[in-house]
């Protein structure tokens, strides 16, 4: 890996303002999901070490929670220059270790550092409010104070943005952060820190921990001294570290799964839709958490639909993400693919009809954007995240028909719909049970909203103003006796 400033690619953890090895020695491999080459290892640290990253937050934090707001916003504008600053380098690790193409990859980048950003600005902004008393010699007042030690874990999908969206609102807010990156991307979160070392921020305020997970994860949960979790990943590991939290009441926000709906109207601009689709369901190789999973085509426009899909699809080009011209990049692992191929297999054999798409060859995780035809809600696709570039399309009638089906998950994440009646767009992102919905847009991520789901698909939100208040405590003081 040909970097400007090799620097950036550590293969160490950083703890306490130090790179440090496991004390063990033990060390855990990180390939190249496309073609399966070694591209480093990183520490597998044992629970002592963990420990000390626990312990040099919380010393960390009671000294940088009494920091003037400004010098917590001037230290996080620092990091967000060096980010931009070195984009082309944070791309080229997260290609190489996550597989996106390098123009998602550079996107990726940008969209981190944008959290960077506005935190560094939100930090100037933890107002508090004087209520008028219920006592003429009394003032209430409402504070805001930061929870503490905060225990990040970020997942492999987007291994830059969701570092900054967790970190750099904990920090703004005065706490401390212990990071725990995906085993199968650590070296962005790595260079992330590398680039917050350098722009001053100290020492132990961002720790980040490499190793065995679940052993690690139980020791954050279990830990007195972290009062929040914040994690990104499935549902399943997230009931998980929810039940674990559970022994000490931490705060928490989960960002949990998703079983999108994008529902297509029979009045909708078609050519618009295809093109959310194609953001939607295949950005990332459809690895994120706010794809489209269930694609819902009123009978009007249905056939007329699938045709320009299927035109759009086939232009894709899946390959190795560092190389020029390539629109898609591999899947993950090989339990990615083996999802994927039992989606299709479930739904074939169940009457579905493959109208773009063929299987990869045994050991390729370069799997080809499939679309479906003729689905119903009996199949796995329409039950269970894909998280893969499988486009299943549903047939629908009614309004209240699609509503019904839409709604019919544990999930609630993110929706979908496209329709040129101000009247539907409205009664749709009423009626959807969703934590965030598009009307006539493919893609809804921003620095500037709150992301997040409901039902089991999470607790809290990430991004806008409410991104700060998730690590946040309420205070609240009655002084009496003023008279």
């Known amino acids: 890996m040909q970097l400007r400033d090799p620097q950036l690619f550590k293969q160490q953890c950083y703890l306490n303002g130090q790179w440090v090895c496991a004390s063990n020695s033990l060390t855990s491999t990180v390939y190249n999901p496309y073609d399966g080459t070694l591209i480093g290892t ?16 919380e010393l960390a ?22 980010i931009v600053e070195h984009s082309d380098d944070l791309a080229l690790i997260l290609t190489n270790e996550q597989g996106k193409p390098l123009a998602e990859a550079k996107g990726e980048i940008s969209y981190a550092a944008s959290f960077v950003e506005w935190y560094a600005e939100e930090a100037k902004r933890a107002y508090g409010e004087l209520v008028p008393s219920h006592k003429a010699d009394a003032r209430i007042l409402v504070s805001k104070e930061p929870i503490g030690v905060v225990a990040a874990i970020t997942p492999w999908n987007f291994p830059a943005a969701m570092v900054t969206r967790k970190c750099a609102p904990a920090i703004a807010a005065g706490c401390a952060v212990v990071l725990k990156p995906a085993p199968d991307t650590p070296f962005t979160a790595l260079a992330l820190a590398e680039l917050a070392h350098r722009a001053g921020l100290p020492a132990g305020l961002l720790q980040v921990v490499t190793g065995e997970a679940i052993a690690i ?43 999108a709906p994008f529902i297509v109207f029979d009045d909708a601009d078609i050519n618009a839709a295809v093109e959310g689709v194609m953001v939607a369901k295949f950005r990332n190789a459809g690895q994120t958490c706010v794809c489209a999973n269930r694609i819902y085509v009123q009978e009007g426009v249905y056939d007329k639909f699938v045709k320009k899909l299927v035109d759009k699809v086939s232009k894709l080009i899946v390959g190795n993400g560092l190389e020029s011209g390539v629109t898609m990049g591999p899947l993950i692992n090989d339990a990615a693919v083996a999802k994927v191929k039992l989606h299709i297999a479930d739904a074939t054999a169940q009457g579905a009809l493959v109208q773009y798409g063929t299987l990869p060859q045994a050991g ?14 009996d199949m796995l696709v329409a039950q269970e995240e894909t998280f893969g570039p499988l486009a299943p399309l549903f047939r629908f009638t009614h309004e209240e028909e699609v509503i019904e089906r839409a709604n019919h998950t544990d999930s609630g994440l993110a929706a979908y719909c496209y329709t040129q009646s101000l009247a539907r767009a409205w009664r749709l992102s009423e009626a959807l049970e969703v934590g965030i919905v598009g009307i006539n847009e493919g893609l809804i991520s921003t620095t500037v ?12 939100r990430e991004g806008a103003k409410q991104g700060l208040d998730e690590y946040l405590e309420v205070k609240y003081t009655l002084m009496g006796g003023l008279n």
Not at 42 to 57: N, T
Not at 224 to 244: D, E, Y
Not at 364 to 377: C, G, K, N, Q
């Open 61 to 82: 934090q009671k000294l940088w929670k009494k920091q003037p707001a400004a010098d917590k916003a001037r230290v996080l504008r620092a990091w967000y220059e060096l």
């Open 449 to 460: 909203a709150p992301f997040g789901g409901i039902k089991e698909s999470g607790l809290g």
């Open 42 to 57: 990183v520490p597998q640290l044992d629970s002592a070490q963990v420990q000390q990253a626990i312990e040099g937050a």
């Open 217 to 259: 994860g139980q020791q954050l949960t279990s830990s007195k001294v972290v009062r929040k979790l914040s994690f990104t990943g499935s549902t399943g590991v997230g009931k998980i570290l929810m039940a674990q939290c559970a022994h000490n009441i931490k705060k928490l926000s989960l960002e949990l799964g998703g079983n």
């Open 364 to 377: 390729s995780r370069l799997f080809e954007p499939h679309v479906l035809t003729e689905m119903t809600e």
